[in-house]
């Protein structure tokens, strides 16, 4: 239910907090190379949690810390890199679990209130405030395992987003979940928050995480064809688009009519920037939907409908996938918060010294 006394245009950000607190977790994991930190939502009384799929991949053990401080193990459900989402469930989940209220993402706007809460650097309950930036911002970032690249058309924030917070979630001024949030922009390596958040779209969540429920794997729509950037020029107008390199014998582009050189402009009531805004979009369907396309070709603009199908994992090379390997903004997936030294957990993955160094330079800049 949304929160009382609070809208978009005059955002109650204590009541909202004091809503949805109890439905994020933090989130702890070991694995084989160390430890690691993230961030999670409850989304059912059965104790499900939806989290980063970097944030558990490869995880041992993991374990889940409800915003009270009850502590409890967890098994992973079901994790998909492609979007980098994954679902884990409480064992022996308590009786009073909140779930979160789950939004819709298509209604996000420009310039709207949102809250960020999560486990930054270790530190629970954390939660900023900010806008949206921007919606549908291509944000391409490595999948875990050498699978396919993440790439996903994300919901651009300002609220300070750090690692830890992967996997926590994006709320709006009611109080709904309207995306995860799962990697940033930064100068450099060992920056955190400059202002540039992305957070996975819920309506992608909820279609992954159901898949991940009902059988712990999901499935993908595709089109079948190679991509790359371009443009095209049709009635005088040039748009970026989605250029077609080749299209796969057999595949939905092949039945569809798509050809070698044509540029793809739109998809519904979408415009494509380029290769991996359009690779995003393709992702967020179910096999079987159809999907009509916008193409420039021989400089007119022509309508094709296209029946998508399941994208079958054969190691083969990447279909509906840009070739330049920065055609997007490049996300950075928080590693989040490794082993100290001395065996503690500590934010960054810093030892005790490199802490104290950290906070002595902040304090400096401040």
Known sequence: MPVSGSTAQDPNWEAVTRAVSPSVVAISVTTSQGGAQGSGVVIDKEGRVVTNNHVVAGADTVQVTLDDGRI???????????????????????????????????AVTVGEPV????????????????????????????????????????????????PGNSGGPLFDAEGRVIGINSSIATLSSG??????????????????????????????????????????????????????????????????????????????????????????????YAAG??????????????????????????????????QQGQQGQDGQQGQDGQQGQDGRQLPGGMSPDELWEWLQQQQGQG
């Open 72 to 106: 409890y193990q967890a098994k992973v459900v079901g994790t998909d890199p492609t979007t980098d989402l994954a679902v884990v469930q409480l064992q022996d989940p308590p009786d009073d679990l909140a779930p979160a209220a789950l939004g819709d993402s298509s």
């Open 115 to 162: 809250m960020a809460v999560g486990n930054p650097l270790g530190l629970a309950n954390t939660v900023t405030t900010g806008i949206v930036s921007a919606v549908d911002r291509p944000v391409t970032t490595q999948a875990e395992g050498g699978s396919d690249a993440t790439v996903t058309n994300a919901i651009q924030i300002d609220a300070a987003v750090n």
């Open 191 to 284: 920056s955190g928050s400059i202002g540039l958040g992305f957070a996975i779209p819920v309506d992608l969540v909820k279609n992954i995480a159901s898949q991940l429920v009902d059988s712990g794997v999901a499935k993908h729509a595709f089109l079948g064809v190679g991509l790359d950037d371009g443009t095209a020029t049709a009635d005088g107008v040039t748009r970026a688009g989605a250029l077609v390199k080749t299209v796969s014998e057999g595949s939905p582009a092949a039945a569809a009519g798509l050809r070698e050189g044509d540029v793809i402009v739109a998809i519904g009531d979408k415009p494509v920037g380029g290769a991996e805004s359009l690779t995003a979009y393709v992702r967020s």
């Open 289 to 322: 939907d159809k999907a009509v396309l916008t193409v420039v070709r021989d400089g007119k603009a022509i309508e094709v409908e296209a029946t998508l199908a399941t994208k079958e994992d054969t190691g083969t090379a990447q279909q509906d996938q840009g």
